[in-house]
């Protein structure tokens, strides 16, 4: 997509049939939608959601003007809200163009088709049955066949949705669980040479009457402030990774509140638990055999 000196490299582009408000649920904002006439006729109009429109023309009037569809001019003839979707379509720049516009002036080459379906009353299942009979019809099934078609629903995008997501989440907990267990065993690490390394200093503090409890909580932060560094450098380059993924493409990518102090929290928490042996091991020193420490 393209006005002007503004382009946008990665975004959506739907070719539909005139008609199709009736089934996607959305609702024309500004503007109007196109004809049949001009679907038959493959005429070069458009029509963009608020997010395309933000970002080609700013504050200015996005009816009228002509956008560069990969080279293509086409007319900007009205704006559009989506109906409610579970996938956030309304989130990311997207253009609506003629099924015939797309086929005659982008070269859209049809591999597979879909086709919406809006029950005109409250009988769902009567309707799938409806349309089922339908397609076998239309592609020559007999009853002994199968289906060579999927009939979705939004309840199965629904639960197919929900899997994915549990999956997704329980294979993020592991590696996630597994990347604090090595980075636990880094901080022991580097604790445990610091512990080694300041042995006269902790026997001189203790001379001076430093008790076990100030010994553990000084060496219970320093591992702390160890793994909050961490967490706040990786937070930084999530957030990057999110501005980035945002910029390039369709993917509304962000950085929620709840995560950052989750990794926060996740971080002291490991410091805590991963610092502990090296505090107790720099708490119990006996402070003569520190003093004399080499």
């Known amino acids: 997509m393209k006005y002007r000196d503004r382009q946008l490299s990665s975004t959506g582009v739907s070719a539909y049939t005139s008609g199709w408000l009736e089934v996607d649920g959305g609702d024309i904002t500004r503007g109007r939608d196109f004809t049949q006439a001009e679907d038959l006729a493959?005429?070069?109009?458009?029509?963009?959601?608020?997010?395309m429109a933000e970002r080609l023309f700013g504050e200015s009037e996005p009816l009228g003007k002509v956008i560069m569809i990969r080279n293509v001019p086409f007319e900007v003839i009205g704006?559009?809200?989506?109906?409610?979707?579970f996938m956030g379509e309304g989130e990311s720049p997207r253009a609506i163009v003629s099924l015939t516009a797309g086929r005659r002036s982008l070269n859209a080459n049809i591999d597979w088709a879909e086709l919406a379906v809006k029950p005109s009353?409250?009988?769902r299942d009567g309707a799938i049955d409806d349309v089922t009979?339908?397609?076998?019809?239309?592609r020559g099934l007999r009853p002994g066949q199968p289906n060579d078609f999927a009939i979705i629903t939004q309840d199965m995008l629904f639960e197919t949705w929900g899997k994915l997501t549990g999956i997704f989440f329980l294979v993020m907990f592991v590696l996630s669980g597994v990347g604090l267990i090595v980075g636990g065993v880094g901080v022991v690490a580097i604790m445990m040479?610091?512990?080694?390394?300041?042995?006269?200093e902790i026997g001189v503090r203790k001379a001076l009457g430093a008790t076990r409890r100030v010994i553990l909580w000084q060496f219970l932060v320093e591992a702390v402030t160890l793994t909050a560094i961490g967490a706040v450098a990786g937070l930084v380059g999530g957030w990057l990774v999110s501005v980035l993924i945002r910029n390039v493409s369709p993917v509304n990518a962000s950085v929620p509140p709840g995560a950052i102090l989750a990794a926060?929290?996740?971080?002291?928490?490991?410091?805590?638990l991963f610092g502990m042996l090296p505090a107790t091991k720099a708490s119990r020193l006996d402070p003569v055999e520190a003093l004399r420490y080499e």
């Open 264 to 272: 926060l929290g996740a971080s002291c928490l490991t410091g805590i």
């Open 193 to 200: 040479i610091s512990v080694t390394e300041r042995t006269r």
């Open 79 to 85: 704006m559009y809200a989506p109906g409610g979707s």
């Open 42 to 51: 493959g005429s070069r109009v458009v029509i963009i959601n608020d997010k």
């Open 133 to 138: 009979a339908v397609i076998r019809t239309m």
């Open 121 to 123: 009353g409250d009988d």
